[in-house]
C-alpha cells in the first residue's frame, strides 16, 4: 500500500540560528572557533549532523563498493543510494574517452575559459548537448548547482524590471539563483498550476520568468511541463526547466522527460548536469543562440571559474553520444526500479508512490532515520544514505533508494530481506502511516 504524504506549504531554505553573543579569549581577541562549535553543536543536538561513509567505487563492479570502517577495516558493501543512475561513471566507453584525452591534453583546463580560451573537448561537448535538447546553443559550467546559480540570476538579472515564478519544491541551487539575481519573485505551490496561473495574472505585462523541476528528486513526481508551457504562452512568460534527474535516463534519446512527452522545443531554458545520468562531473544550461552567449559574457559562475578539464568534457561528451543512441541502460533501469518498489511495497515497507525511477522508503524522525542507515551498512553491508532536513521536511525525514540496471533480482531480494529485518528491529511506521511535516 503507498504512503500517504501531506502537501508541502513552504520552500525549505536551510536558515543559520542568529548567534547573538560573541565570546572572547583571555587576550581579549573574539573566540571565533567557538562559533563553529555552537553551530555543529545544534546540528547534534537535532540530529541533523551529517556523517559522510568513506567509501571507494570499484571500476566494473557497480554498484559494489569498498566500505572503509572508521577501525580502518575494510569491506565490500552495495550502494542504493548512487545518482550515477545508469552506471554511466564505469562506462569502458566513457572511461576511455577520458584516459585518452588525458593522455593527449594533460589533466587540468589551464584556467577560466577567458583566460586559458576555450579546449576543443569543451566544445565539442557544447555541441552535443544543445543537439540532445534541440537548442541552438549549449554553456557548460564545473557543476549543476553552477549552471542553476548563475543562469537563472544572469537571465532574470538582464531583463528589466523580472518576475520569477518559482515552484515551492525548487532545489537549494535554484533558490539560491533567484536569491542571487535580486529580482522580485512568487513562490508557487509545488506543482499547482493554479496557482501559478493566478501569480502570472497578476504579475501583467511585466518580463517574467518560470523556474521549476521536470522530476523532483525527494518525492520523485513529475511536473505537467506542457501545462506550464500553455501558461507561460498565454502570460507571456519565460521557461527555465531543470531536467537534472532526468537526463540521460528519459526519452528516445535521453533529453529528458520534455523529451519524453514530446515538449522540449516550447521550453526556452533546459538545464542539466552531466553528473547523475550521464555519470561524470558538470552542469549546463541550453537555449537560443543569444541567451546562452549572454550568460556566457555576463554569469560571474562562468566567467571567474576555472573550465571543465579536457578529459572530463571528453568523457561527459562520450556517456551523451552513447545514450543517444543506446536505450538499453534506460530501459533495464525502469524494469529494475519497477521491480524493487514492488518488492518493497509487498513487503509492507513505507514506500511513497513515485511515477520515476527514485524510490523514497519513508521513516518520519531524523534519529531513526540515521539508525536505520546505519543498522544497514553495518549490519547487511548496504549503504542507502538517510535524507534528513533542511533537505526534506521535519516528519518526512526518509531513505531514498536508487535502483540502477545493475541492482538485480538477487540485489532486490537482499535488499527487501535487509530493510525488512531492519525495520522489525527498530520498531519503524510501516505502510499506511500519515507523515506530516513538523511546524518550524
Not at 496557482?195 to 523556474?211: F, N, T, V
Not at 541502460?329 to 527514485?358: D, F, M, N, W, Y
Not at 535524507?387 to 526518509?398: F, L, S
Request: proline letters at 5%.
Amino acid at each position: 500500500m503507498p504512503v500517504n504524504r501531506m502537501p508541502a506549504m513552504t520552500p525549505i531554505v536551510p536558515v543559520m540560528d542568529e548567534i547573538k553573543d560573541a565570546t572572547t579569549t583571555a587576550s581579549g581577541r573574539t573566540d571565533y572557533e567557538s562559533h563553529f562549535r555552537s553551530a555543529l553543536d545544534r546540528l547534534h543536538g537535532e540530529r541533523r549532523y551529517r556523517v559522510f561513509a568513506d567509501i571507494e567505487r570499484i571500476a566494473g563492479r557497480f554498484p559494489i563498493a569498498n566500505w572503509r570502517r572508521p577501525d580502518g577495516r575494510t569491506s565490500e558493501i552495495t550502494v542504493w543510494c548512487s545518482n550515477d543512475y545508469l552506471g554511466m561513471g564505469q562506462h569502458p566507453e566513457v572511461v576511455s574517452a577520458m584516459t585518452q584525452t588525458a593522455a593527449r591534453c594533460g589533466v587540468g583546463a589551464g584556467g577560466t575559459r577567458n583566460i586559458a580560451g576555450n579546449n576543443s573537448p569543451l566544445v565539442d561537448l557544447e555541441r552535443e548537448l544543445a543537439d540532445l535538447h534541440g537548442k541552438e546553443a549549449g554553456l557548460v559550467f564545473t557543476s549543476g548547482y553552477v549552471s542553476n546559480q548563475a543562469g537563472i540570476s544572469t537571465i532574470a538579472k538582464l531583463l528589466p524590471n523580472c518576475l520569477i515564478l518559482s515552484d515551492a519544491f525548487n532545489h537549494n541551487s535554484m533558490i539560491e539563483g533567484v536569491r542571487h539575481s535580486g529580482c522580485e519573485k512568487r513562490v508557487f505551490r509545488h506543482n499547482d498550476l493554479a496557482h501559478l496561473e493566478e501569480l502570472l495574472q497578476a504579475a501583467g505585462d511585466r518580463p517574467k520568468l518560470i523556474a521549476f523541476e521536470s522530476v523532483y528528486s525527494m518525492d520523485g513526481d513529475v511536473s505537467d511541463i506542457a501545462a506550464i508551457c500553455d501558461l507561460a504562452d498565454r502570460y507571456g512568460a519565460m521557461t527555465y526547466l531543470d531536467e537534472v534527474h532526468a537526463v540521460g535516463l528519459y526519452g528516445e534519446r535521453g533529453g529528458g522527460i520534455s523529451e519524453r512527452d514530446g515538449v522540449m522545443h516550447r521550453v526556452d531554458v533546459i538545464e542539466g548536469t552531466l553528473a547523475k545520468g550521464f555519470g561524470c562531473v558538470g552542469g549546463y544550461i541550453t537555449g537560443s543562440a543569444v541567451l546562452c552567449d549572454a550568460v556566457r559574457s555576463h554569469a560571474p559562475g562562468f566567467i571567474f571559474t576555472t573550465a571543465l578539464p579536457p578529459a572530463i568534457a571528453a568523457a561527459a561528451r562520450a556517456s551523451v553520444r552513447y545514450l543517444k543512441r543506446s536505450n538499453t541502460e534506460r530501459a533495464a533501469h525502469q524494469r529494475q526500479a519497477s521491480r524493487t518498489k514492488a518488492a518493497l511495497e509487498a513487503a509492507g515497507l513505507p514506500v511513497l508512490h513515485t511515477e520515476t525511477h527514485i524510490v523514497p522508503l519513508m521513516v518520519g524522525d531524523a534519529e531513526l532515520c540515521k539508525a536505520a542507515a546505519d543498522h544497514l551498512l553495518e549490519r547487511h553491508g548496504i549503504y542507502i544514505q538517510p535524507i534528513n532536513y533542511p533537505t526534506v521536511p521535519r516528519g518526512t525525514e526518509r531513505l531514498r533508494i536508487t535502483p540502477s540496471p545493475f541492482h538485480d533480482d538477487a540485489n532486490i531480494a537482499k535488499l527487501t530481506s535487509a530493510l525488512t529485518e531492519t525495520w522489525d528491529t527498530l520498531d519503524l511506521p510501516r505502510a499506511g502511516t500519515v507523515f506530516v511535516e513538523a511546524a518550524e
